[in-house]
T-cell receptor, first 112, second 113 residues
Framework: EDQVTQSPEALRLQEGESSSLNCSYT??????LFWYRQDPGKGPEFLFT???AGEEKEKERLKATLTKKESFLHITAPKPEDSATYLC?????????????FGKGTKLSVKP | DTEVTQTPKHLVMGMTNKKSLKCEQH?????MYWYKQKAKKPPELMFV???????INESVPSRFSPECPNSSLLNLHLHALQPEDSALYLC????????????FGSGTQLSVL
């Protein structure tokens, strides 16, 4: 069964304090791993797609990496506006029929 | 245009009411989705339409009735809902390949009294 586990559930950082969010996954053949950012009461906003182990993508202060078992979202020198819930999701070739399996998310709070 | 537009943004309804949620996209996507999201939980898949045909129904109660009138529009008809159905309802669309990202709308925040 396809599964996604995110840690930590919540993370509090000071502005400028870099850190990483973890997404561990089990999937029957990975089609893609997706990172989304979600603000309260809003729909998820797409950040990155990663397709194969070793792949990395960057956008401003965010960098996503992928191994065969997990993905990390690295946040460098975060700002208060980076506060949000970060969702990881996978699409696999197995029972999920290619639809996204979401983790429970990591709620990030960045204090000035 | 890379937007998925959902209306209304907020909806309050009684348990005997009938209402509809609407979703529209003009990206030419042929896969469209309804998700339900409770507070502090990840989105839960409800329905998937592929080429305007219902392809997945995740055992959703019949008080939720989806409709895809054409390739750009997706509706969710609501009838006789329960207070526990209060949630953020998200629409999403995707291109033809299963490894493509989903584009989400901003959601409808539904409260059932």
């Amino acid at each position: 069964e396809d599964q996604v586990t995110q840690s930590p559930e919540a993370l509090r950082l000071q502005e400028g304090e870099s850190s990483s969010l973890n997404c561990s996954y089990t999937v029957s053949g990975l089609r893609g791993l997706f990172w989304y950012r979600q603000d309260p009461g809003k729909g998820p906003e797409f950040l990155f797609t990663l397709y194969s182990a070793g792949e990395e993508k960057e956008k401003e202060r965010l960098k996503a990496t992928l191994t065969k078992k997990e993905s990390f979202l690295h946040i460098t020198a975060p700002k208060p506006e980076d506060s949000a819930t970060y969702l990881c999701a996978v699409s696999g070739y197995g029972g999920s029929q290619g639809n996204l399996i979401f983790g429970k998310g990591t709620k990030l709070s960045v204090k000035p | 245009d890379t937007e998925v537009t959902q209306t209304p943004k907020h909806l309050v309804m009684g348990m005997t009411n009938k209402k509809s949620l609407k979703c529209e996209q003009h990206m030419g996507h042929r896969a469209m989705y309804w998700y339900k999201q409770k507070a502090k939980k990840p989105p839960e898949l409800m329905f998937v339409y592929s080429y305007e045909k219902l392809s997945i129904n995740e055992s959703v109660p019949s008080r939720f009735s989806p409709e895809c009138p054409n390739s750009s529009l997706l509706n969710l008809h609501l009838h006789a809902l329960q207070p526990e159905d209060s949630a953020l309802y998200l629409c999403a669309s995707r291109g033809d390949r299963a490894n493509e990202k989903l584009f989400f709308g901003s959601g409808t925040q539904l409260s059932v009294l």
